[in-house]
């Protein structure tokens, strides 16, 4: 008898935060789990364990997405190991680690628009109709233009609206193949670098934002609604997906 194939998933950065709790979430929905890591293989084969202990497969690929040959070698493997691509999950960024701006001040661009780009053209060939894209953000992000920024998150924001505008561009190429594309978006995560980072510039901003809001998203939450997301076929292209409070608060 044969046996059934399961859904695939590839999840840049997936070995931390909002990635790895996205690989538990949908391992537990029975995907395949592929993910990237940057530099820190122990810590995704930490991830790769507790998602094969589902009873799924996963494949490990270290990967700078803002390398074209990492991007190459990456889906050299990825079609080694699997036939097709069900769901790719957008989650790699960057934009405040000081060593990369201090040689490449527009890093910020390249990791979170054109690295983007780059990573979906090579799934494109492994994707069928019915799969789907999700590009992961933050309510700053999204809101680009709209609301007030923090200094030193700016160049963060700006490249990532940059990002989700470039993949909404072509929702239509998208639309012809039968894929879809969904945009997550949430505030401060706990449990993610990002509001330590912040906390260096903008001291107390993880209390105000907890104050304004009750509660911060977790990273267990936020990859739950993710996993949501990809199973929910309801959801037409270009939905937004909120995670956690209405986007309406970066405005108070």
């Not at 990456?74 to 036939?83: F, G, I, V």
């Not at 470039?166 to 449990?191: N, W």
Request: charged share 20%; aromatic share 4%.
């Amino acid at each position: 008898m044969t046996e059934t194939r399961r859904p695939t998933v590839l999840i840049t950065g997936g070995s931390r935060g909002i990635g790895a709790a996205t690989a538990r979430a949908l391992a537990h929905q029975g995907y395949d789990v592929a993910l990237t890591y940057h530099n820190k293989r122990a810590r995704a084969e930490e991830v790769a364990d507790e998602v094969r202990r589902t009873g799924v497969r996963t494949l490990v690929v270290a990967c700078d997405i803002t390398r074209p040959d990492d991007v190459a070698s990456l889906y050299a493997e990825l079609q080694a190991w699997a036939a097709r691509l069900d769901l790719l999950v957008l989650n790699a960024s960057g934009g405040l680690e000081r060593e990369r701006l201090a040689t490449d001040p527009d890093y910020p661009m390249r990791i979170n628009r054109d690295a983007q780009r780059q990573v979906l053209d090579g799934a494109l060939s492994l994707m069928a109709t019915g799969s789907s894209v999700i590009f992961v953000t933050s309510h700053w992000a999204h809101l680009y233009g709209q609301v007030s920024q923090l200094p030193v998150y700016e160049p963060i924001a700006a490249s990532k609206h940059a990002g989700e505008a470039m993949l909404r561009a072509r929702i239509g190429e998208l639309a012809l193949a039968g894929i879809r594309l969904l945009v997550v978006t949430g505030d401060l995560v706990e449990g993610t670098i990002t509001p330590r980072l912040l906390e260096r510039a903008a001291p107390g901003l993880t209390a105000q934002r907890r104050e304004t809001l009750g509660k911060l998203p977790t990273t267990e939450e936020f990859g739950q609604a993710i996993a949501t997301a990809a199973l929910d076929s309801s959801l037409p292209s270009g939905q937004v997906v909120v995670v956690g409070t209405n986007v309406e608060s970066m405005s108070e």
